[in-house]
Antibody
Framework: QVQLVQSGAEVKKPGSSVKVSCKAS????????VSWVRQAPEQGLEWMGG????????TYSKKFQGRVTITTDESTGTVYMEVSSLRSEDTAVYYC????????????WGQGTRVTVSS | QSALTQPASVSGSPGQSITISCIGT?????????VSWYQQYSGKAPKLMIF???NRPSGVSSRFSGSKSGNTASLTISGLQAEDEADYYC???????????FGTGTKVTVL
């Protein structure tokens, strides 16, 4: 059964950075993209950016452009997302999800990584 | 790009049918047949229930159905069951950045 497995919870200080990983099993990144979606406490879902591991180029929501970096390590089937200059508003659960182009949907989700930003 | 508009809550009795609306614009919901619906239990990851407006992934109950008219998409749950109690989010592909926009979310309560 294909799965996306994310790294564990993180607690960070304001102004620091966090790097979250998302590892695929079953080769599910072939020709597929991976997006990152976050959910602040008691809030809705928000698309942050995505990457197609086969091609290596990432796209970002303009809200996060310049502060979020998405990369991939094809040798291990892992996608990473780094958020810099963390602030308290970045406290959220971060999900990776497999993105199927046309129909532009997210059919497989990771379990989520809770990131807490607190001084 | 603003979030798509959903009712905050919808409730129904077991066996009844309920419908959740998702209102967008011609730049997202109205412009593409790429509306998805996700079910999310508290503390869990979202699960895809409907894609491309009205298609169900393998394993999703036929009690869930989707439709679209103009800038409004809808999710209908028929034969409501206790296990349907969860939050539901719509999503659409969009013509501008960000290319994906989510709805505000709807809490479904089974009375």
């Amino acid at each position: 059964q294909v799965q996306l497995v994310q790294s564990g919870a993180e607690v960070k200080k304001p102004g620091s950075s966090v790097k979250v990983s998302c590892k695929a099993s079953g080769g599910i990144f072939i020709n597929s993209g991976v997006s990152w979606v976050r959910q602040a406490p008691e809030q809705g879902l928000e698309w942050m950016g995505g990457i197609v591991p086969l091609f290596g180029s990432a796209t970002y929501s303009k809200k996060f452009q310049g502060r979020v970096t998405i990369t991939t390590d094809e040798s291990t089937g892992t996608v990473y997302m780094e958020v810099s200059s963390l602030r308290s508003e970045d406290t959220a659960v971060y999900y990776c999800a497999r993105e199927e182009e046309a129909p532009y949907t997210f059919d497989i989700w990771g379990q989520g990584t809770r990131v807490t930003v607190s001084s | 790009q603003s979030a798509l508009t959903q009712p905050a809550s919808v409730s129904g009795s077991p066996g009844q049918s309920i419908t959740i609306s998702c209102i967008g614009t011609s730049s997202d919901v109205g412009g593409y047949n790429y509306v998805s619906w996700y079910q999310q239990y508290s503390g869990k990851a979202p699960k895809l229930m409907i894609f491309a407006v009205s298609n169900r992934p393998s394993g999703v109950s036929s009690r869930f159905s989707g439709s679209k008219s103009g800038n409004t998409a809808s999710l209908t749950i028929s034969g409501l069951q206790a296990e349907d109690e969860a939050d539901y989010y719509c999503s659409s592909y969009a013509s501008s950045n960000p290319p994906y926009v989510f709805g505000t979310g709807t809490k479904v309560t089974v009375l």
